[in-house]
């Protein structure tokens, strides 16, 4: 594969310092334990009620009902398919916040190259697709993170560029970082920068689901990910013309120096 050309010089936002390990985190832990069963039972056994009553009424009743009131029903169940499915998302924004960090090096080249092949195998039309990925791009981090990081990168990439003529997705390093910023570009429908501080929000989507679906939580765990391994991760793009996600997963050796000082 060939090796792409740096995109622009990215610019991004102080990161938010957040707090260590210690007391804190054991505490945060089990605040964290606590929110996923409140989620896990408390907020499914009403939704369960309103689904069972739901779907009781329509079996039982439907054939007496006029359609409209068989939509009205209807549209009760898919709304609560939907809640399930945030609830599900929520357990796992969750649960990566108790999954142990273990960096080691890995080779984010092979990594992202195999994930896209894996993301690749489930579309139609992904011949059509280019995909360039670095040589030699590697990191210290957690390889299972940082999988799921490349997963949804490189899946939006894929998704968002399928509609264009001739899809190009790419994924390097921007030459001359301290600390390494990769990136993950498509020419795809980018979006409008305007809106570019909802990006990593919890259910929050920037395109229509009946145009690109998606759950909208995908970003919200990648921000997770990479700020616990002491990065930040930020976006440029233009409407129609693609985007470009940038990220870190260290600090940038000076602050590394200034912090052990």
């Given at each position: ?8 010089s990215?610019?991004?936002?102080r ?25 896990s039972?408390?907020l ?20 007496q ?5 068989n939509?009205?029903l ?12 945030m609830?599900?998302?929520m ?7 108790c999954?142990p ?6 080779d ?12 690749m195998?489930?579309l ?12 030699g ?46 990136f ?32 909208g ?45």
């Amino acid at each position: 594969m060939s090796t792409p050309g740096d995109p622009p010089s990215p610019t991004s936002p102080r990161p938010a310092r957040h707090p260590g390990g210690g007391v804190g985190r054991v505490t945060g832990l089990g605040e964290q334990a606590s929110l996923q069963h409140a989620i896990s039972h408390d907020l499914r056994a009403p939704l369960r009620v309103v689904e069972g009553f739901t779907r009781i009424l329509k079996e039982d009743y439907g054939t007496q009902l006029d359609a409209q009131a068989n939509q009205h029903l209807d549209r009760v169940l898919a709304a609560a398919e939907r809640m399930n499915a945030m609830v599900d998302a929520m357990l796992a924004q969750a649960h990566l916040s108790c999954t142990p960090l273990e960096r080691r090096a890995v080779d984010v080249s092979a990594l992202a190259r195999e994930v896209a092949r894996e993301q690749m195998g489930v579309l139609n039309g992904s011949g059509q697709i280019e995909l360039v990925v670095a040589e030699g791009l590697t990191a210290q981090a957690d390889p299972g993170l940082l999988r799921r990081v490349l997963e949804n990168l490189i899946g939006n990439a894929l998704k968002y560029s399928a509609k264009v003529a001739a899809p190009q997705v790419n994924v390097g390093i921007v030459a001359g970082t301290d600390p390494n910023v990769f990136f993950v570009r498509d020419n795809g429908a980018g979006f409008d920068m305007e809106h570019a501080n909802k990006l990593f929000g919890m259910f929050q989507r920037l395109h229509s689901a009946k145009d690109f679906p998606g759950s909208g939580v995908g970003l919200a765990a990648v921000q997770h990910i990479v700020r616990r391994h002491g990065g930040r991760i930020w976006a440029e793009a233009q409407l129609g013309q693609g985007a470009c996600f940038f990220f870190t997963l260290d600090a940038s050796r000076h602050h590394q120096r200034r912090t052990r000082r």
